[in-house]
């Protein structure tokens, strides 16, 4: 658990099929519609405990709601949660739509969850992850009228990615998920389908909005619920629809600001190693965002042949645990996309 006193863990009922719970706050002026959510994966507690202290910030006036509207929904994934696991029956973050006929618990989960995306234009979903790293988030495609993932709001959604507080922002992860899959079936792997590349945030932007994935550090981390915490009194303010209020000597409540930041760095995701034979491994210490040279080993392979880093760059979940046909690592390079 945390370690922070003000962790206090959200409670979902003991039972199969938890409702899905979200807690609204409505502004009395006209605004977006943002929705924030957090334990996707069960045990990415961050969320939940960022979740739980930003709706005690609106009910106690340290953040007020001005304009259009937050849902907040601190536990997306209840059975994932009350086990302390990434899934339930699945990944909820994989393939998520509608399902006239769901079979599994995600399946069961993505029916109203979908319907809640549907009623927003920006989602902010909260995530932590497995290895070291620092916090970064995740966007999507610039503007586009492809197939695989139509949009029209990429200059709204990199200056959302680029408000929240984290000093990495990273994109490219459909095309990746493609470059996936083209890798297995060099392998002659069970064929991935594109469709498990679509969570939260692909299915925001197929809706109509926009949304993007706060990656706040490490699962265990104490920090990580800081992060996420901080990072929606940012969103909200961003967005118009809040105002944050702080207590002073002089008057009880005053209008904030928000602290000044960094420009964050953008790196375009674009390359992976994947293990292509059981023992193959990833070379050295890395963790996500670390830069790396061209020509610097990253992984090696059971044969004991070193693969090299093609071009200057950064790693991105770098894992040591890589089973046949998953990415040992991600690349990137330095975006061309200014936040
Ligand atoms: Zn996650």
Same mark, same amino acid.
């Not at 083209?182 to 389908?193: C, K, Q």
């Not at 950064?314 to 936040?339: D, H, M, Q, T, W």
């Given at each position: ?165 984290? $000093? #990495? ?8 998920? *493609?470059? %996936?899959?083209? =890798?297995?079936? /060099?392998? &002659? ?36 619920? $800081? #992060? ?8 909200? *303010?961003? %967005?118009?629809? =809040?105002?944050? /209020?702080? &207590? ?92």
């Amino acid at each position: 658990m945390s370690a922070n006193s003000s962790a206090i863990r959200w409670a979902v009922p003991n039972v199969d099929d938890a409702p899905l719970e979200s807690v609204r706050f409505h502004g009395l002026k006209t605004g977006p519609k943002l929705i924030v959510v957090g334990a996707v994966h069960g045990n990415e507690t961050c969320g939940p405990n960022a979740i739980v202290r930003a709706i005690d910030d609106c009910r106690a006036g340290r953040l007020v709601i001005r304009r259009g509207e937050v849902t907040f929904v601190p536990v997306a994934n209840a059975k994932a949660y009350r086990q302390n696991t990434r899934e339930g029956d699945r990944n909820l973050n994989r393939d998520l739509r509608e399902r006239p006929l769901p079979v599994d618990n995600e399946d069961r989960i993505g029916n109203p969850l979908t319907a809640l995306l549907r009623q927003h234009d920006v989602l902010l979903d909260i995530h932590s992850f497995r290895g070291e790293g620092k916090p970064f988030v995740f966007f999507g495609p610039e503007d586009n009228a492809g197939e695989l993932e139509a949009f029209r709001h990429a200059t709204a959604e990199a200056a959302f990615a680029a408000c929240l507080g984290t $000093d #990495i922002l990273i994109h490219g992860w459909l095309d990746i998920y *493609v470059a %996936l899959i083209a =890798a297995r079936e /060099r392998l &002659a792997l069970p064929p991935l389908a594109v469709t498990e590349g679509f969570g939260t945030t692909e299915y925001m932007r197929f809706a109509g909005g926009y949304g993007v994935t706060l990656e706040c550090g490490q699962h265990d981390d104490p920090a990580a619920a $800081d #992060i996420g915490h901080a990072a929606i009194h940012n969103a909200l *303010v961003h %967005l118009g629809i =809040a105002v944050r /209020r702080t &207590a002073s000597l002089h008057s009880p409540m005053v209008d904030a600001a928000l602290p000044a930041r960094r420009r964050p760095a953008v790196i375009h995701m674009n390359d992976l190693v994947i293990c292509e034979t059981p023992g193959d491994k990833l070379e050295g210490q890395w963790r996500t965002g670390d830069s790396v040279t061209a020509g610097q080993p990253v992984a090696r392979r059971v044969d004991g042949e070193l693969v090299s880093a093609p071009r200057d760059g950064y790693i991105i979940f770098p894992n040591a645990n890589a089973k046949l046909g998953e990415a040992i690592c991600y690349l990137g390079v330095r975006s061309a996309r200014g936040a």
